[in-house]
């Protein structure tokens, strides 16, 4: 696509989706961790619009305030009235009066599609159309309207309660998806009337109006998958599925091994580097880098967290936000790590929290060791330097710092500094009395057991 088209994109956001049954709007319904508005605008963006419209519905400023921060640039219209698609696109009518090279009409609560897709979409109408509308080819094409197309031109588009027997055994149907001509597209919007039952301003009529004023119509075809709708939690989890198993696959393709990649859930912005392996049951959240070489064990959940070259992560650990493990470093079983840097080479092996930390190259944590980081009002930080063995079971009360090289005996709550290469204990005194355990027991010979 020549980067000196202009490309003005219009995201329609303005359904209600009751069948969501939820208090959140349809469209901020996360695939992969982003809300579906977000996808959608995060795609034209990449697809190379200048100009991006987000048409959202009376009083919906949760959505409007999504689309500004998803892209801050974005130009937000106001759907008053529910008068149909077109009538939906005219909202931005403001917008089409530049009249950019392209125009491109996408659903907000249509995650999947590919910027390749849109690509193919402007490059017809580079090639001469005045609208070039998307359609796929569904296992039941029962309820879709069908895309009618005579020598190679687009004709219509037939809703499947107005198709004809003979049209509603076309296979092609209407994803919804259009892209106009910024020269024709607000003249074809405008002479869009609502001939119809529910006196609505149907986009798909454009196609018949395009063809009565001698424009040229086309379409392109995509996958059923790629432009499937989301209008229930049925389709939400369809979408979910289909995110999952493309980023598995990509980043299977790009050098890391899932053990078993069905069991693996990714979020949109994860990235894992080489000979990364991922063992089964894992989960990314949000914010996840994975360097090379490092390996994830099972049923480990992280999010927010970055983990350096060759370090190695649970089983069953939690890696939170802020979590940074420098390379080689390990963090083991049922270990907790949040806000925290963990050195190269670093070990935190066992049944740990460290939260609001840094443990320096090479420190040894022992297991049951635990960073008393909260007050109840305010968090402070623990500094664990270079070197230093922290026996189990020990407590450091923040703030506080353990010096290079410095022990912690096991058992030990820690309220006060230790220094380089010294030995902190704290416990009681240990108290042992001769044959007490001997005449415990006698004395409660004969006593009769009490119901637990």
């Not at 020549?2 to 469209?27: F, H, N």
């Not at 580079?126 to 569904?138: C, R």
């Not at 009681?428 to 006698?442: D, L, N, S, T, Y």
């Amino acid at each position: 696509m020549s980067p000196t088209r202009q490309c003005l994109a219009i995201v329609l956001a303005a359904g209600e989706g009751t069948r969501m049954k939820s208090a959140r709007p349809k469209v901020l319904h996360p695939v992969g961790g982003k809300p579906m508005l977000t996808h959608v605008l995060d795609l034209v963006a990449e697809a190379g619009a200048q100009t991006v419209a987000a048409v959202v519905g009376p009083g919906r400023d949760d959505v409007a305030d999504a689309a500004r921060q998803a892209l801050p640039e974005a130009q937000i219209f106001v759907q008053t009235e529910r008068l149909g698609t077109a009538h939906a696109v005219l909202a931005a009518k403001a917008a089409l009066q530049a009249k950019p090279d392209d125009v491109l009409v996408l659903f907000a609560d249509t995650p999947l599609v590919t910027a390749a897709t849109l690509a193919r979409l402007r490059a017809a109408l580079a090639d001469g159309a005045a609208l070039a509308a998307l359609g796929f080819e569904p296992a039941d094409p029962t309820g879709y309207g069908r895309l009618v197309v005579d020598g190679g031109q687009l004709v219509a588009i037939r809703e499947h309660k107005d198709a004809s027997e003979a049209e509603r055994e076309i296979k092609l149907c209407n994803a919804g998806l259009m892209a106009l001509s910024g020269q024709h597209a607000l003249a074809l919007l405008e002479a869009i009337g609502n001939a119809n039952v529910q006196k609505e301003f149907y986009l798909t009529d454009a196609v018949e109006v395009a063809r009565k004023a001698g424009l040229k119509s086309v379409h392109v075809v995509a996958s059923a998958q790629e432009v499937m709708g989301v209008n229930d939690r049925v389709q939400l989890s369809a979408a979910e599925a289909i995110f999952q198993n493309r980023m598995r696959e990509n980043i299977m393709r790009e050098g890391a091994t899932l053990v078993a990649p069905e069991t693996v859930f990714f979020s949109f912005d994860t990235k894992i580097g080489r000979d990364v392996l991922i063992e089964p049951n894992v989960v990314f959240g949000p914010g996840c880098i994975v360097e090379d070489g490092a390996i994830i064990h099972a049923f480990s959940h992280l999010e927010g967290a970055h983990v350096r070259a060759r370090a190695t992560v649970g089983p069953y650990a939690r890696l939170r936000p802020g979590a940074d493990l420098g390379e080689g470093a390990k963090v083991g079983n049922f270990v907790e790590i949040k806000s925290a840097h963990v050195g190269a080479g670093a070990k935190i092996s066992h049944l740990s929290y460290i939260g609001d930390a840094s443990v320096g190259a090479d420190a040894n944590i022992g297991a049951g060791t635990i960073t008393c980081n909260y007050d109840g009002y305010n968090k402070f930080k623990t500094q664990i330097g270079a070197g230093a063995f922290v026996g189990s079971n020990s407590s450091l009360v923040a703030p506080v710092t353990i010096g290079d090289g410095a022990y912690v005996g096991s058992g030990s709550v820690i309220t006060q500094d230790v220094a380089p290469d010294a030995l902190a204990l704290e416990r009681g005194q240990q108290v042992e009395k001769p044959g007490w355990a001997i005449r415990f027991r006698a004395s409660l010979a004969g006593t009769p057991k009490k119901r637990p």
